[in-house]
């Protein structure tokens, strides 16, 4: 049963930096496609960005409000996915959920973490 | 990148059929055949329901149905049951590595 359990959510103000991690199991980080995807306190589904497999190409790709902000990363060897999240901004409050993806949607999702940015 | 439109409500009573639209434009809904639709309870993660236009994961009843015509995908609920009522997110494939949702519809069972 694939799993995904993220972390490392918390309360930050303006400006400041906070990793999400996501741990994964059940299947082969190795071979799968990865994204990040968040939601607002009451808001709908936003689409964060997404990194491939390492075999086809290891390349992330983001959303245009995070992008230069958020970097995805994966340590396949952990099972492990990444966010690093700088310059952090009151609108990126949100749940953020990880999800394995492919051709343009997310089969599995965690539970999710909550980021808080505020002052 | 803009969000695609759905309907913020839609609403049927037990047994009936409900369909929900999510219009795009042709760079995304119209441009590819990667539309999916997500199933989400208050308080839960979302659920994949539906993939690459009209594909149905195992153990998604076949109540629910997709397709999609010119810049609009639509889901379909037949059979309405009392656990059908959550939010209801579109998805597609925008090109040049980008996706995008639309903004949601709240389904309500009468």
């Known amino acids: 049963e694939v799993q995904l359990v993220e972390s490392g959510g918390g309360l930050v103000k303006p400006g400041e930096s906070l990793r999400l991690s996501c741990a994964a199991s059940g299947f082969i980080l190795n071979n799968a496609w990865m994204s990040w995807v968040r939601q607002a306190p009451g808001r709908g589904l936003e689409w964060v960005g997404r990194?491939?497999?390492?075999?086809?190409?290891?390349?992330?790709d983001y959303a245009a409000p995070v992008k230069g902000r958020f970097t995805i990363s994966r340590d396949d060897s952990q099972n492990t996915l990444f966010l690093q999240m700088n310059s952090l901004k009151t609108e990126d409050t949100a749940v953020y959920y990880c999800?394995?993806?492919?051709?343009?949607?997310?089969?599995?999702w965690g539970q999710g973490t909550l980021v808080i940015v505020s002052s | 990148q803009s969000a695609l439109t759905q309907p913020p409500s839609a609403s049927g009573s037990p047994g009936q059929s409900v369909t929900i639209s999510c219009t795009g434009t042709?760079?995304?809904?119209?441009?590819?055949?990667?539309v999916s639709w997500y199933q989400q309870h208050p308080g839960k993660a979302p659920k994949l329901m539906i993939s690459?236009?009209?594909k149905r994961p195992s153990g998604v009843p076949d109540r629910f149905s997709g397709s999609k015509s010119g810049n609009t995908a639509s889901l379909t609920v037949s059979g309405l049951q009392a656990e059908d009522e959550a939010d209801y997110y579109c998805?597609?494939?925008?090109?040049?590595?980008?996706?995008?949702f639309g903004g949601g519809t709240k389904l309500t069972v009468l």
């Open positions: 690459e236009v009209s």
């Open positions: 042709s760079s995304d809904v119209g441009g590819y055949n990667y």
């Open positions: 990194i491939k497999s390492k075999t086809d190409g290891g390349t992330p």
């Open positions: 999800t394995t993806y492919t051709s343009g949607y997310s089969r599995d």
């Open positions: 998805s597609s494939y925008a090109g040049s590595n980008i996706v995008v």
